[in-house]
């Protein structure tokens, strides 16, 4: 509380044009400004702080809400992706990024060298080396990046996942 009031006081010393005509006001006014938009603005309008304040606990509150339900879901089939050492990096960013996003959890494997794996994938996934990487959801083949996205529009990958 008294901090948010001295972080007002002090936005409205910096924002406030009294004094402004004086350069030895201007000037580090300006600064003080300068930095406070650098570093975030921490300094700000009552208005403004009540608002962070707010997003804040809104942002716990649904933190801890999801925390909550997560546990009372049954748990997620795993998510595999089968890729090759150094080919289409670009590819398996996209993939992760996609997983992460809708808050999968996943894991890597690297097949190069490993001839087996590499075999059941490819016979599995019913694609060829150059269609690396490939995405798992327990044992059931998903495909490339194309065939992720395809699944995530649909909701299969969410329901192959959560087992819905």
């Known amino acids: 509380m008294i901090l948010a009031r001295i972080r007002e006081v002090l936005f409205h010393a910096i924002t406030t044009p009294a004094g ?3 350069a030895a006001i201007r000037v580090p006014k300006d600064i003080a400004r300068r930095i406070n938009m650098t570093l975030g603005m921490p300094l700000a309008s009552a208005e403004d702080i009540a608002k962070r304040d707010a997003a804040r606990e809104r942002l716990a509150t649904l933190r801890s809400g999801a925390a909550s339900e997560a546990k009372s879901e049954t748990a997620a089939a795993p998510v595999l992706v089968y890729f090759e050492k150094d080919s289409n990096t670009r590819e398996l960013g996209r993939i992760e990024e996609l997983l992460g996003a809708r808050g999968f959890t996943w894991k890597r494997l690297d097949v190069a060298g490993d001839e087996a794996t590499m075999e059941f994938v490819l016979l599995t996934a019913k ?12 044992d059931r083949a998903i495909g490339s990046f194309p065939a992720l996205v395809d699944a995530d529009v649909s909701g299969e990958l969410a329901r192959a996942i959560h087992g819905g």
Not at 127 to 138: K, N, S, T, W, Y
Request: overall charge negative; glycine content about 0%; charged content about 35%.
């Open 127 to 138: 694609c060829e080396r150059d269609d690396l990487p490939v995405v798992f959801v327990a």
């Open 20 to 22: 402004d005509s004086l």
